[in-house]
């Protein structure tokens, strides 16, 4: 295994426990105290939601500040409790760090923010600006009780053994995706469209890429932070649409998200590179840290030929991926750009698999070897890429694939 592959892996207690840390950074914002501070009545005054020893119980406290929640990275130590408590006011490099991805994803998020809302009418909005859900303090209030109850438990299973880092990242971001999505990470309109899920998710996915650049011993600048996004991309829809009947269609679905979920675990769990930030039928697009040229180039290689092995596989070699690496960026608003340029490149069928860095081209593998009929056969009609008999309708794996369950 590569060398930069394997130094993640390696880290991968490190980075994985700051990210548990950057999802768990902005609690406080779920407590009632939070919309009755920041609402037009400004009740109570005092709170503040990075003070967690004033509100979360004593328990799940000490649960988090245990040896097990501290990381280094580079001689940079900090530890959960300290990103929690220290991310507005705190000093250290890693600490910095945490600050600006909070800071730029509430910049990218906000917007222009116009006025308070009414604590007993704060509303979570659509992105079109429409009522979505009204939040009422004490059902807060209790679906905070229920996470600490679960957390508490959740972190004990890991400070004990029970569990390793890895299943409790998961279950962390199931736990607080279930309850952020019904808090908000800024209650003024018109940025009150934006849950604390959105916001905690979206600030410890650019956290979490940071982190990968410090183990390759990159020292990001924490004034001129910047990401790439790396993309797997593929014709989903053609490959959809290639099913002749309602069971084949639905398996060929259900193989693009299988595809998907194995390219997550892979690239968000046991290569922590980053974060999902996009996906579609078409392609899965992934948080990438912004190393130097050619580590980039190198890493983003490295990344696709495990993600075309995992794509052929899972496809039994029908789906022709090709990837995608972006230019560094300080918003990741150029996810837009990598999309169109996917779009672009996705007309052409079966393309030997290549990275697209920048848009600059590297073929990555060959494109797998075209099956000849042999006498009695002939092409299938369906995948139009296997053998069969003959006699038969359709190749064995189309077959299968149409049979329904």
């Known amino acids: 295994m590569n060398n930069l592959i394997q130094t993640i892996i390696d880290k991968k207690k490190d980075i994985l426990t700051g990210e548990i840390g950057a999802l768990l950074h902005d609690i406080g914002k779920c407590h009632p105290y939070f919309i009755g501070k920041n609402s037009i ?48 006011k705190g000093n250290g490099y890693i600490i910095e760090l945490i600050k600006s991805c909070d800071r ?22 659509s992105p079109f600006g429409f009522p979505k859900e009204k939040i009422d303090p004490n059902c807060l209030q209790k679906k905070l009780d229920d996470l600490q109850s679960n ?6 299973n890991y400070i004990t053994g029970n569990i390793d880092i890895t299943c409790l990242r998961k279950s962390v971001v199931n736990n607080l995706k279930t309850t952020f999505s019904h808090a908000l990470g800024e209650t003024r309109i018109p940025a009150n469209d934006v849950t604390l899920w959105d916001h905690s998710h979206s600030t410890a996915s650019l956290f979490k890429s940071v982190l990968c650049s410090m183990t390759l011993g990159e020292n ?24 002749k009947k309602i069971a084949d269609i639905l398996r060929r679905n259900d193989i693009i998200e299988e595809i998907k979920e194995k390219l997550q675990n892979k690239f968000e769990n046991e290569i ?22 050619s580590e980039s180039k190198e890493l983003a290689i490295e990344c696709a030929e495990i993600g075309l092995k995992i794509i052929r596989e899972k496809s039994d070699n029908e789906i022709w991926p090709f990837f995608t690496l ?63 008999p003959v006699k038969n309708e359709k190749c064995k794996v189309c077959e299968d694939r149409q049979k329904a369950d």
């Open 326 to 388: 972006s230019k560094p960026s300080r918003s990741l608003t150029i996810l837009a750009e990598e999309l169109k340029f996917a779009s672009q490149k996705r007309c052409f069928p079966k393309m030997t698999a290549m990275i697209f860095i920048e848009g600059l081209e590297e073929i990555i593998s060959e494109s797998p070897e075209m099956l000849i009929p042999e006498e009695g056969e002939d092409i299938c009609p369906v995948c139009r890429l296997r053998t069969k």
């Open 272 to 293: 922590p590179i980053g974060n999902v930030i996009y996906e579609d039928n078409n392609g899965i697009y992934f948080t990438f840290p912004a190393l130097d040229d």
């Open 41 to 88: 009545e400004n009740t109570p005054t005092n709170f503040d939601h990075t003070n967690i020893d004033e509100f979360l119980g004593k328990e799940l406290i000490n649960l988090i500040k245990d040896e097990k929640f501290k990381l280094k990275i580079n001689n940079n130590e900090t530890d959960v409790y300290k990103i929690i408590t220290e991310h507005h």
């Open 220 to 243: 990001p600048d924490v004034k001129n932070l910047q990401w790439r996004i790396l993309g797997f991309c593929w014709d989903g829809i053609g490959f959809i649409n290639k099913g």
């Open 104 to 125: 730029l994803d509430s910049a990218d998020d906000k917007g222009i923010v116009r006025r308070k809302q009414s604590m007993g009418n704060t509303i979570i909005s």
């Open 151 to 156: 957390l508490t438990d959740l972190f004990q």
